[in-house]
T-cell receptor, first 114, second 112 residues
Framework: GAVVSQHPSRVICKSGTSVKIECRSLDFQATTMFWYRQFPKQSLMLMATSNEGSKATYEQGVEKDKFLINHASLTLSTLTVTSAHPEDSSFYIC??????????FGQGTRLTVV | AQSVTQPDIHITVSEGASLELRCNYSYGATPYLFWYVQSPGQGLQLLLKYFSGDTLVQGIKGFEAEFKRSQSSFNLRKPSVHWSDAAEYFCAVGPNDYKLSFGAGTTVTVRA
């Protein structure tokens, strides 16, 4: 199956700093990528949808200035958590899809803000 | 609006016993339905999916699921559970293959 690689798998950062998470499709062209957030013991909540070369579409309640998404190429999307605070600590997962095909998930990134 | 309900937060099952995880969905049209498994600290792995055709779907790792339109359900089953099946299981629904809404998940514990 298709492979989606997410990096880093874990990151700890200080409050007030910014963190960038990468999501790469290794063997297909990801025209659409999705970013999810998962709180402990809860389900995945869709944060935003990004299409290559255009602005991301954010779900209601997600601050676009807080969670910057860039999808500049067909194999890479990045999520930057700006001015991170402890409440941003979470598990972030991306998925990628080529055209209207099945989406494949990355391994996830555990963000801890201290 | 689409939504997914997984009524069971946590299920404990003995190794070798059968397992059934419940999933109910709300969706206006014929949905795409999915079951994913997540091991601790890992991403999601697709077990199986349904869109049309035979309502009994076979997946990987010996799992199967049955779509029942009249009950708006898509329950996941495995006849004989292995210790490696201990994980979090998520049911998901969507209008297509890629934009999904997830249930809250069911944690499966396997006892020896």
């Amino acid at each position: 199956g298709a492979v989606v690689s997410q990096h880093p798998s874990r990151v700890i950062c200080k409050s007030g700093t910014s963190v960038k998470i990468e999501c790469r499709s290794l063997d297909f062209q990801a025209t659409t990528m999705f970013w999810y957030r998962q709180f402990p013991k809860q389900s995945l909540m869709l944060m935003a949808t990004s299409n290559e070369g255009s602005k991301a579409t954010y779900e209601q309640g997600v601050e676009k200035d807080k969670f910057l998404i860039n999808h500049a190429s067909l194999t890479l999307s990045t999520l930057t958590v700006t001015s991170a605070h402890p409440e941003d600590s979470s598990f972030y997962i991306c998925s990628a899809s080529e055209g209207a095909a099945e989406a494949f998930f990355g391994q996830g990134t555990r963000l801890t803000v201290v | 609006a689409q939504s997914v309900t997984q009524p069971d937060i946590h299920i404990t099952v003995s190794e070798g016993a059968s397992l059934e995880l419940r999933c109910n969905y709300s969706y206006g049209a014929t949905p795409y339905l999915f079951w994913y498994v997540q091991s601790p600290g890992q991403g999601l792995q697709l077990l199986l999916k349904y869109f049309s055709g035979d309502t009994l779907v076979q997946g990987i790792k010996g799992f199967e699921a049955e779509f029942k339109r009249s009950q708006s359900s898509f329950n996941l089953r495995k006849p004989s559970v292995h210790w490696s099946d201990a994980a979090e299981y998520f049911c998901a629904v969507g209008p297509n293959d890629y934009k999904l809404s997830f249930g809250a998940g069911t944690t499966v514990t396997v006892r020896a």
